[in-house]
Structures are given as C-alpha cells and as structure tokens.
C-alpha cells in the first residue's frame, strides 16, 4: 500500500512503500481476520497473477479506514492507494482535488464522510454510474437510483447533555431549538457551521425550513449558544463542563461517553410532529473516467457489505449500519430513534446559499 500524501491544497504525492512503514495506533492488528479474508475472497471472486490497483480519496479518519484497505488489499491482492483527508480542509480538499483533476483523473473511488459534497459531484458529472449488485438493500434516499453513489454506515447529528451541569436544573434539552434558548445562552455549543457535517446540516436545514427560516435559526443560534472549532470541540467542552450541552456527531459523542465522562447522547426532535434526528451516511462513488474501473467496482462490492457496516458499528466511530442485512443494533443507541426525512439532493441544492450566508454571519467566530 503507497499512500498519497495530501497537502493543504488538496494536491497529492505518493509516499511510503508499504503498510509496515505508517504509524499506528498502539495495540492495532496488522493482519487481516481470517472471516474478513474469507469476505473479500467471496465478494471480489478470484484474482488474476498481475494484481492490479485502485487509488481512494478518503475523508472518513484514516484510524477507521485504512485496516479496511489493508484487508481488503491482502486480501484480494489489489493494490490499496489512499489519499487521506486532513483536518485543516475537512471533505472539501479532495472534492476540490477531484475537480482540478477533471480532465486526467487519478481517483477511482472517493470514500466520504458524509454526502452534499458527493452530490455536488454528481451535478458536475464526475461520477461514473456501478451497478451494485444488491443495491436494494440500501435505503432508497441514501443512493443513487442509477448507481452514481451509495451511503452507508451513518452518524446522527446529536446533543450531548452532561448529566452533573443539569442534574439539579429539571430541564433537558431535546431539540436542536434549544440552541436559541435564551435560558441557555452561552451554556450551550455547537461546531463552525462552514465544514463537516454542520455544514451538511445546515444545508439540510436550509432546504426543509427554506432560507428566510434557516437565516432567523441561525442568527439566533449565534446570538445564544457558543460556536467552536469542530464537532470533537464541542464534545469536549461538554463533558468537561464548559458547557451544559452542544450539538456534535454520535462519534464523537461516544468518545466522551466511554471515557466515563458524565454525558449522555439525546437524540433531538423525537416527538409528534417534530423534525426527527438527522443521520448523515458515508457515501461511495466511482469517479468518472477512473484510471482502474474494474479494480473500483471490487472494492466497492467489499465496503458496501454488511460485514464492513458492522465493523464499523462495533468499531470505535459506532456508525449506524444502513444495510438491511444488519439486524445488531448500533452500540450506540439500543432504543428506536426517528430519523429525519431528508431529500439530499435538494439540500445540495440550498449548499451555496447556505454557505454564503453562514460564511458571512461566522466569518468572526472563525
């Protein structure tokens, strides 16, 4: 496995000669199970003598991808080329590095973190249609109706309440309206609303409410609750006490709760009539005149299984499997949790006015 080092400009180089050589965290295997062996055998059939290649843009953390590459890659004998996201440009560096690259692509597959960026792809026509093979299995609006793109294991957009700030208040907060509470102001938090999944909220929000209604949600938020770095920020501020409750993704949420820390996840606008909680899903996509086409489709047989969904359930980021073969429930959440309706492509659509408006409001938080 070559990696692609990624620079803040979203170009890239190769770098490294093999899996041995990248730092690890402590204590994590360097080989393949043998039940995940078995798993891309079966799905990608037999390989030839000459292995062959397949370069993946990746914005979920590299900690969670790359042992998936490295199975797959022993696995299978294709050879694994990652171009990891960095903190600094979020998702948005390697859709900008797959744009430039419009006329002489050099990736096949682009692994998400989360969507709008994926379909702003899909409305350049950079994406190149793979007819999974058990597409059905897959919520309707979290793919492709022809086959551009496919998501799969989601995380929910969550308040993280700490149990000692509100143990004596009788109140908690249950809606992401609490964050223009004035009863709550400066007590609660949520992350930059320009990058990563807030901004994918945003955007969702934009589109269901329209924009006059989004504008006045998120004019009052600023004026009330305080506005940090990330999602992880927020969560941090929480369960150290900073902050009564924030706004932040079950992944980082789960950190904070494992740790032993006095916070618990609520998982807003469950009642009558409310909006539900929003889950925001990896996505999948073969680029449009991917260099290795076939080798792309192989890996995408293997990711979109639901042996993949549950390590990444089980794993330390405690996605929500989307595969309808996965009946474990998510470590994350035992009890039934009412997902939000989301139409992804309009929410695409309101991403520049959204953008425009947030990067004008929050410009001075940044």
């Known amino acids: 496995m070559r990696i692609i080092e990624t620079d803040a400009q979203g170009s890239g180089r190769f770098f490294g000669h093999g899996f041995s050589d990248m730092a690890r965290p402590p204590g994590r295997k360097t080989t393949p199970t043998p039940f995940l062996v ?4 079966s799905v990608c059939g ?5 292995p062959s290649e397949v370069v993946v843009y990746t914005a979920l953390d590299r900690e969670f991808s790359e042992p998936i590459f490295l199975d797959f890659e022993q696995a299978s004998g294709v050879d694994v080329q990652p171009k990891f996201d960095v903190e600094s440009t979020k998702t948005v560096g390697l859709v900008n590095a797959i744009v430039q690259e419009e006329n002489r692509p050099r990736c096949d597959v682009f692994w998400n973190n989360e969507i709008l960026h994926t379909l702003r792809l899909e409305k350049l026509g950079l994406l190149q249609p793979y007819k999974l093979p058990q597409a059905e299995k897959f919520p309707a609006n979290y793919r ?8 799969f294991a989601a995380r929910a957009r969550v308040l993280i309440v700490n149990k000692d700030k509100l143990a004596d208040s009788g109140e908690r907060p249950d809606s992401l309206h ?3 509470d004035p009863n709550w102001k400066d007590q609660c938090g949520l992350a930059m609303p320009l ?3 807030t901004a994918t909220h945003a955007a969702v929000l934009f589109a269901h409410w329209g924009e006059e ?3 006045e949600y998120f004019q009052r938020v600023k004026e009330n609750a305080q506005v940090l770095s990330g999602n992880k920020q927020v969560a941090l501020a929480v369960s150290s006490g900073q902050l009564a409750f924030g ?3 079950t992944d980082d949420a789960i950190v904070e709760i ?3 820390m006095p916070v618990e996840i609520v998982y807003p606008d469950q009642g009558e009539g409310e909006l539900g909680t929003l889950f925001i899903p990896n996505t999948l996509c073969v680029i449009q005149g991917a260099p290795h086409p076939e080798a792309a489709g192989r890996l995408l047989d293997y990711l979109l299984t639901p042996e993949v969904e549950r390590r990444l359930s089980e794993g330390a980021s405690a996605q929500f499997p989307l595969h309808a073969d996965v009946e474990e429930k998510p470590r994350v959440s035992t009890a039934p949790v009412r997902w939000m309706d989301v139409d992804f492509h309009a929410a695409a659509d309101a991403w520049d006015a959204a953008s425009t408006y947030l990067r004008e409001e929050f410009a001075a938080a940044e």
Do not use: H, I, R
């Open 38 to 41: 078995a798993l891309a055998l």
């Open 46 to 50: 037999c390989w030839s003598a000459s």
């Open 144 to 151: 492709s109706p022809e086959g551009l793109w496919y998501g």
């Open 178 to 180: 609490d964050l223009t």
């Open 195 to 197: 990058f990563g999944t």
């Open 213 to 215: 209604e989004a504008k």
């Open 247 to 249: 706004m932040t993704d």
């Open 258 to 260: 494992e740790k032993g």
